[in-house]
């Protein structure tokens, strides 16, 4: 994941281990889930709509030219940041292709 570096992707900056845990330290995304912001506040406007759907393929885009295929996008790994940007998150499911192995 330290292949991916974009400003709608949780960006990842370190993993460590030790003998019974392992350590990842992600970027802190204080906007919440766009899942609750759903459930807390209704339909979104289509403008609204529109800009994180821009986000999301913008981010899809770039991780798939880089061989990597989240394949557990929803709105519960979709999470905003202070300014409302969207930011795709846990890559627990991904898959890397073949030519990045």
């Given amino acids: 994941m330290k292949l ?10 370190e993993v ?6 392992i350590f990842i330290v992600l970027e802190f995304v204080t906007g919440g889930e766009l899942f609750d912001k ?3 506040n209704g339909r979104m406007r289509e403008d609204e709509a529109r800009r994180y759907f821009q986000q999301l ?3 899809v885009d770039y991780c798939h030219s880089r ?7 929803k709105p519960e790994n979709l999470l ?3 300014y409302g940007n969207l930011k795709v998150s846990d890559f627990g499911l991904s898959a890397l292709s073949k030519q990045v192995r």
């Fill in 4 to 13: 991916i570096q974009h400003p709608n992707v949780v960006r990842l900056y």
């Fill in 80 to 82: 905003l940041d202070a």
């Fill in 67 to 73: 061989g990597v295929y989240h394949r557990d996008l």
């Fill in 57 to 59: 393929i913008n981010a």
């Fill in 38 to 40: 759903i459930v807390n």
């Fill in 16 to 21: 460590m281990g030790s003998k019974t845990k």
